[in-house]
């Protein structure tokens, strides 16, 4: 299953299927991103983060995706769990000030993961 | 560990009430940070404490006051809130040495409703 994130809020997929959520991020200059998983009740934790002199970074089970050509990032979740239902932001960073960050966040897209 | 508590993790209160939410951090991070979150929504910024200096405000009311009384801890005081202010109210850090933009670590947030 994929989202285009902004215009497909919500992602359905079978249990065991990968899924592929999409972020398109505004600013070029952004050189830091961040996929956020939020639990209804919970706050945001943290999953997978990519800087903008990678392409590609792995994690368990994800794979972060980004593209700086067409500002574009994308979260994979290999054989989708129940347990990843979720909301998935992505945030992106506009680099350092005064020592410390400042975090855009996406719109988010809603995971649900049919048994 | 990646942990940051918040207290309480619900709260209601009365538009005349004065309340504080506080959140606390043990990891050594140096910027700490208060976002609002409502239903559906991402996590908005609302202020940020770099080395205990409060360095962004995002254009918040004056009914929300934050106070960083040490590296660890940071508070939000409340007063003479309204309704539409009731949302989940996120705390994070990270550690933003310089030079190096850093991940957020999220608290699990307090559940605010104002009545």
């Known amino acids: 299953g994929e989202s285009v994130g902004l215009h497909l809020p919500t992602l359905s997929v079978q249990e065991g299927d990968n899924s592929i959520i999409n972020c398109a991020y505004s600013n070029s200059a952004s050189d830091y991103f961040i996929w956020y998983k939020q639990e209804s009740g919970k706050g945001p934790q943290f999953i997978i983060d990519?800087?903008?002199?990678?392409d590609k970074r792995q994690g368990q089970r994800v794979t972060v995706l980004l593209n700086k050509t067409v500002k574009h990032l994308s979260l994979q979740i290999a054989a989708t769990q129940p347990g990843d239902s979720a909301v998935y932001f992505c945030a992106e960073n506009e680099g350092m000030a005064d020592n410390f960050n400042k975090f855009y966040f996406g719109s988010g897209t809603k995971l649900n993961v049919k048994p | 560990d990646t942990e940051v508590t918040q207290t309480p993790k619900h709260l209601v209160m009365g538009m005349t009430n004065k309340k504080s939410l506080k959140c606390e951090q043990h990891m050594g991070h140096r910027a700490m940070y208060w976002y609002k979150q409502k239903a559906k929504k991402p996590p908005e910024l609302m202020f940020v404490?770099?080395?205990?200096?409060?360095?962004i405000n995002e254009s918040v009311p004056s009914r929300f006051s934050p106070e960083c009384p040490n590296s660890s801890l940071l508070n939000l005081h409340l007063h003479a809130l309204q309704p539409e202010d009731s949302a989940l109210y996120l705390c994070?850090?990270?550690?933003?040495?310089?030079?190096?933009?850093?991940?957020?670590?999220f608290g699990p947030g307090t559940r605010l409703t104002v009545l």
């Open positions: 404490y770099s080395y205990e200096k409060l360095s």
């Open positions: 990519i800087r903008s002199n990678m």
């Open positions: 994070a850090s990270s550690q933003d040495l310089p030079g190096n933009t850093d991940t957020q670590y």
